[in-house]
């Protein structure tokens, strides 16, 4: 079957990084995405990799690797709107999303 | 930007109560999704379409139904609601092209209860 993995929860300190990690087992790949979700709010789209490597986009960055079936999104000086659930996505062979359950990331003072 | 406006954030139905969810785009895109979010799962698809009056089951289509009479709008029936049906509902649209950074823009979701 198809599986996601990615950590429940984790708490983190403003002004530090986090690492979220994710992990994947799908039929196929063909690009992993990651999303931000507010409470009560849309996802919001924050990242894509297709190839192996690290994409940096200001203070969020994400890293892939295929061979691994792993995935990070590694937030930096972390600030208080920050506190969010983050959501892994990969597409598959079929072109079709497979969602993990989402890491809800807190931040504190 | 893009908007996905979902018309209820909110409902309250009694079990076998037929539900309508509308959503609508306002930036021409050819694909839209409905998907619902449960605490500690993923999200699940439940219907797609990649065209006017053109629909696709996603993974667990059981007890909804959809319509796309127009390309802005997707609707997402439950002809009987039940209390398994509880749940957050999100839609989500994007453009035609599936490869690439082909991105999802959601609606804020609706958050339906079946007494």
């Known amino acids: 079957g198809q599986n996601i993995d990615q950590p429940t929860e984790m708490t983190a300190t403003e002004g530090a990084i986090v690492q979220i990690n994710c992990t994947y087992q799908?039929?196929?790949?063909?690009?992993l995405f990651w999303y931000q979700q507010h409470a009560g709010e849309a996802p919001t789209f924050l990242s894509y990799?297709?190839l192996d490597g690290l994409e940096e986009k200001g203070r969020f960055s994400s890293f892939l690797s295929r061979s691994k079936g792993y995935s990070y999104l590694l937030l930096k000086e972390l600030q208080m709107k920050d506190s969010a659930s983050y959501l892994c996505?990969?597409?598959?062979?079929?072109?079709?999303?497979?969602w993990g359950a989402g890491t809800k990331l807190i931040i504190k003072p | 930007d893009v908007k996905v406006t979902q018309s209820s954030r909110y409902l309250v139905k009694r079990t076998g109560e037929k539900v309508f969810l509308e959503c609508v785009q306002d930036?021409?895109?050819?694909?839209m999704f409905w998907y619902r979010q449960d605490p500690g799962l993923g999200l699940r698809l439940i219907y797609f379409?990649?065209?006017?009056?053109?629909?696709e089951k996603g993974d667990i289509p059981e007890g909804y139904s959809v319509s796309r009479e127009k390309k802005e709008r997707f609707s997402l029936i439950l002809e009987s609601a039940s209390t398994n049906q509880t749940s957050m509902y999100l839609c989500?649209?994007?453009?035609?092209?599936?490869?690439?950074?082909?991105?999802?823009?959601f609606g804020a979701g609706s958050r339906l209860t079946v007494l």
């Open positions: 379409s990649y065209d006017v009056k053109m629909k």
């Open positions: 990799n297709v």
């Open positions: 799908t039929s196929g790949f063909n690009g």
């Open positions: 930036m021409d895109h050819e694909n």
């Open positions: 996505a990969v597409r598959d062979s079929n072109y079709q999303l497979i």
């Open positions: 989500a649209s994007s453009w035609g092209e599936s490869s690439g950074a082909n991105v999802l823009t």
